[in-house]
């Protein structure tokens, strides 16, 4: 999955949130600027964290995936030959 605009999408959305209220309570322009630059680089912080942490839990599911896969292949390759629990059945 692609992540990678996750961060700049929400220094969007925040920008444009912090522009609305700042124009709403007549900030001056260095007020205005100010808490623009502050609420943009938060909300680059977070989405920084919040990607990181999606592509952490998608890999640990990938590697689950992988693990249950091997499992159920050496459970088939046992019937084969076979053998369940380790013993060898005789007919």
Same mark, same amino acid.
């Given at each position: 999955m692609n992540r990678n605009s996750l961060p700049l999408i &929400?220094? !969007?959305v925040a920008g444009l949130?912090?522009?609305i209220i700042s124009v709403i309570r007549h900030f001056d322009v260095f007020h205005m !600027? &100010?808490?623009l630059l502050i609420c943009l680089l938060i909300a680059f912080i977070l989405g920084s964290i919040v990607k990181g942490m999606l592509n952490y839990f998608d890999r640990q599911n990938e590697q689950k995936s992988m693990e249950a896969g091997e499992v159920?292949?050496?459970e088939a390759?046992?019937?084969e030959n076979g053998k369940s629990d380790g013993t060898v059945k005789s007919e």
């Open positions: &929400l220094m !969007l949130i912090t522009c !600027l &100010l808490a159920i292949e050496k390759d046992q019937g």
